[in-house]
């Protein structure tokens, strides 16, 4: 109640630290790049179930000899479970070659598998000891597409923001606002991904998943920037005599209880 910060005086330090995070990101998504998921670049992923506690770096090693490239090796829910992502052979199509990649897989893993057969390995509904979970396939063209409507999702989105913030604010430096504040969430987002992947213990895949995320942080950053924007609009009728700084702290202030609790809430 009755809080009034002064915003835009520190707006200097909001920049730097935007901006560090914002251009360091950038960078690190042009060298670095994102670590795409099977949604974005084809492939062959396999949850499997062992007997005994796994370790995914000593499995991926294995089975760099099998493949003869390094899968993508990762824990997967509980410490006997892998998922296991590989890109061999996914340029070839057919039943036979999925069947000889589920083969070589089984021969890769054949030291962690014990006494269990490869009819047994393979994917199946029920089982008892060690196997093959689930299984998808996502082959590279379907990737391409699924990788170009997800930019459509995103920009797309962002133009319909743009577009409703100046059919209901009649100005276009609210959409412009709005607009930016939208691409600074994201670009945040985007730009922590790519620098910390290869350095957090949890998985930082991009994929499906992370579009729909992409698009809830899009959702939430234009409702609170909406709010923001008319508490702005309803002092600007109220107090004319002020000045437009005032307005926006004094804007920013009253909702803040607000935002504080919708993130809270989300969180």
Request: charged content about 20%; hydrophobic content about 45%; glycine content about 8%.
């Amino acid at each position: 109640q009755n809080i009034n910060v002064s915003f835009l005086k520190k707006r200097k330090i909001a920049y730097v630290i935007s901006g560090t995070i914002i251009i360091a990101g950038i960078i690190s998504i042009f060298s670095i790049g994102l670590k795409q998921g099977v949604d974005f670049k084809g492939g062959r992923s396999y949850v499997v179930r062992f007997d005994q506690t796994m370790n995914a770096t000593e499995v991926a090693s294995t089975l760099k000899d099998a493949f003869g490239t390094s899968p993508e090796v990762k824990t997967y829910g509980s410490d006997n479970q892998l998922k296991i992502t590989t890109v061999y052979k996914i340029d070839e199509e057919g039943q036979e070659v999925d069947e000889q990649v589920q083969n070589t897989l089984f021969t890769g893993l054949k030291s962690y598998l014990g006494k269990t057969s490869y009819e047994n390995f393979k994917p199946g509904f029920e089982k008892s000891g060690a196997g093959v979970m689930s299984y998808m396939k996502v082959e590279p063209t379907i990737a391409d597409d699924i990788k170009t409507s997800a930019l459509y999702a995103v920009f797309g989105s962002l133009l319909i923001v743009f577009l409703y913030i100046l059919l209901r604010f009649r100005k276009i430096s609210f959409s412009i606002g709005a607009v930016v504040a939208v691409f600074h969430d994201v670009l945040i987002v985007l730009g922590l991904f790519s620098i910390l992947y290869k350095f957090m213990p949890f998985d930082m895949e991009i994929g499906q998943s992370f579009i729909a995320a992409i698009l809830t942080v899009v959702g939430y950053s234009l409702n609170d920037t909406v709010v923001i924007f008319d508490r702005i609009r309803e002092f600007a009728g109220i107090h004319s005599s002020w000045k437009f700084s005032k307005i926006v702290d004094f804007a920013l202030s009253s909702t803040l209880g607000r935002t504080i609790n919708t993130s809270l809430t989300t969180l």
